[in-house]
């Protein structure tokens, strides 16, 4: 524990002292008064030719106006040479920033950036692409997974310590590790988890051969025995369907596919909610290409992923485990109480192949030989399936990596970087493409500061650990600083997974950062497609607006924003055929080189050049380009849907406007705020720090204040999960004409009210001052 609290002492350089946090200021003012010293010296020989004319007009006439001249002379030459030099420059930012003023808020292409040797935005973009090398990226991937690396193996371990001796070679500002213990599952090496058929009295009639390697962390451990109920990707519509059908599931071993937009963890949920007695998931040559000759897996390769239904460490839900030997033990409502285990297509076809009962919608097909696609629950010959999954909790050590560029004047604002480093298999996707991108644009951030570049924020660059578990290393690390990341933390890039292909960019992200994405994909070039600007591709192909996606569960950015409130990307190319390899034993970089036809450095590039163009926007700017209006269009939308049932609320005494009310406050704030930014002096350091807090703060504003973190961690009323988001608020309000009688008109109001509260606090925080709120709620509502 000495060790552990060493480390959480070292962690804290990289922030200032509350008293320091007004530091940069002096040094933006010395700035100035250089530069005006600079101008006085500038216009020195002028005025000396002058003083000297007056000096001797009276006897010397004639050197009088020789003089004179020369003046002019040397005048005209100076002011010449002056405009070819700054007009090139300006000439050359612009050319630089081309395509950028429309998502540009302060700051821009042609502002030198404070307290360095006076770069322009364009000369610091020049340098980065300069600076990003092709050849360190497809290294990294390859070293990173020449073999599974857990968390506490050997593997991991040997791994960590090189990351850290890399970050170190940079001789950044400064570079640390932070320990914690989480508790981990892992497969029972003393019995194996298995999977019989047995007769109608019981007893084993054949067992099915399993891998021991494939299991689901976090599975609930145990036996169940039963009918089996295929339920397609396992969506909360296609649960549905089997009930409107008469299919119960209840008791049943539920079979499901993976992908559909669903996480193992959804699927299991959704299960074990609908009566499930365990779940069984496995890959469909219709959704993931099955034929090794062609790129795909072979049919007896299953896919594995954690079922917890969050984050972290789920014996600490909401709370760090720095110490696990502390605190009690609390479990996360996340974790299931039912058995789950990954199969292989050919143990899906062995299964589904017997059932019998009605036959499935035709969108349920997949591509399972001598499968006809059948429901069940009956299985042939009376037969039943038994599941026995044995798995065991462990606590392990795990280890944060961190390293810094300090920013010169705002130092005690981060934009934080990170990757999972650990993987249950080779991992080149899942770990080894997110770390190689992490450090090479940690070394080039590096270098260019070596090079003059001297950013106003700190960049933080972090590996995290155990991230097979559910983003474990990086959430305990939230948990642990949440208190002071929504003051502090400007935004955030995961970097997992960054590459399954070279063709299709998406951008899973906070509707904050949409601006500061759309100006960077006009600037870097697509891997694929040599002239053209990702954004110009995006366009050809239907839009460029396609690229943005909502964060999602499973996302490495997930918990920043619905947990901790901090704006987050993940960012990941693609193509329109799935990378199959992905939570799998084959998840290997030659794989990986032979889908992206040995371009896996390039693509590399140019994702780390895209991210690498956004920090360099957010490390530049006077003013953080951050939409601060866009949850105003969010929210418009859920008013318009609330507007339909307008009548239906009114018949049973509830009314919409106060939802109404809370979205104008909040846009008129919002608009309010951005426009007393444009019309600011951003170039005064106190009021560029002035607006950049208010600017930061918009995220965490979103937090509803009125739940528990503990009980509902992510309390992110547009991206969170419960009973307090819009998206829960939405799907009940359905209800009123879908199914009036499971209307619950009290849980409704206590939604609406949670909901209504959190925007309405959202609004008074952007106006700054208490009398500036000028809002007509009264306390005293039907939400009570």
Sequence with gaps: MDAIRTRLRQSSSVGVAEDEEVGGAPRVEMRFVTSEAEEEVEAGPISDITALVLRYRHGYQRAGVFLCVSGVVIFITAFLLAYAVFGGRYHCSQEGGQGEEDGQQGGGANTPADGGAGLYLGELRVMMRRLLQDEDILNTVSRVSR?????????????????????????????????????????????????????????????????????????????????????????????????????????????????????????????????????????????????????????????????????????????????????????????????????????????????????????????????????????????????????????????????????????????????QRDSLSPGAVKSGVGTAILLELARTFSAMVKNGFSPRRSLLFVSWDAGEFGNVGATEWLEGYLSMLHLKAVAYFSLDQAIMGDDVLSAYTSPLLVDLLDAAVRQVEHPKHAGQTIYSQAEREGGSWRIMKPLYLNSGAYSFTAFAGVPAMELRFTEERAYPFVNTPLDSASRLQEVLGGRLGVTGRSLGELVGE??????????????????????????????????????????????????????????TLQRAIDYSDLHDPTTARFYNTRIMRVEYYFLSQYVSVVETPFRHVIHGRGDHTLSALTEHLTLLTSDPERFDEKRFRRQLAFFTWTLQGAANALNGDVWSIHNTHNTHTDSH
């Excluded at 018949?651 to 909040?666: I, N």
């Design 614 to 671: 956004m920090v360099l926007r957010l490390a530049h700017d006077h003013i953080l380009p951050l939409r601060i209006t866009s949850y105003a269009q969010t929210v418009l939308q859920f008013s318009a849907q609330l507007n339909k049932h307008s009548a239906e609320l009114q018949s049973r005494g509830l009314s919409p406007h106060w939802v109404f009310s809370a979205r104008g406050d909040y846009s008129r704030a919002a608009e």
């Design 147 to 419: 073999a599974s690396h857990p968390p506490g193996s050997s593997e991991g371990t040997s791994l960590a310590s090189e990351i850290l001796r890399r970050f170190r070679q940079l001789q950044m500002d400064h570079t640390w590790t932070e320990s914690l213990y989480a508790t981990l599952q892992f497969p029972d090496r003393s019995q194996r988890s298995s999977l019989w058929l047995v007769d109608s009295a019981g007893l084993i009639s054949e067992q099915i051969p399993l891998n021991p390697s494939d299991y689901c962390p976090y599975s609930a451990t145990g036996s169940t025995t039963g009918g089996v109920v295929y339920a397609n990707y396992g969506r909360p519509e296609d649960f549905n369907w089997l009930k409107s059908a008469g299919v119960s599931v209840v008791g049943c071993v539920v079979v499901m596919r993976v992908g559909g937009g669903v996480s193992f963890a959804e699927k299991v949920w959704l299960a074990e909610r609908n009566g499930g007695g365990g779940a069984l998931i496995y890959p469909d040559p219709a959704d993931l290409p099955q034929d090794p000759r062609r790129l795909g897996l072979n049919m007896h390769t299953a896919v594995s992923e954690h079922v917890h239904l969050g984050s972290g460490d789920p014996f600490t839900p909401g709370f760090p485990s720095f110490n696990h030997t502390q605190f009690p033990s609390i479990q996360s409502s996340g974790l299931p109480l039912i058995p789950a285990l990954p199969i292989s297509a050919t143990v899906a076809t062995k299964l589904l192949s017997q059932l019998s009962g009605p036959s499935c919608p035709p969108s349920w097909r997949g591509r399972l030989p001598y499968v006809r696609c059948v429901v069940g629950p009956e299985f042939s010959s009376g037969r039943r399936v038994k599941m026995s999954v044995h798995n065991v909790m462990a606590p392990v050590l795990l280890n944060n990596i961190f390293s810094s560029l300090e920013g010169r004047v705002e130092p005690d604002q981060y934009i934080i970087l990170g990757a």
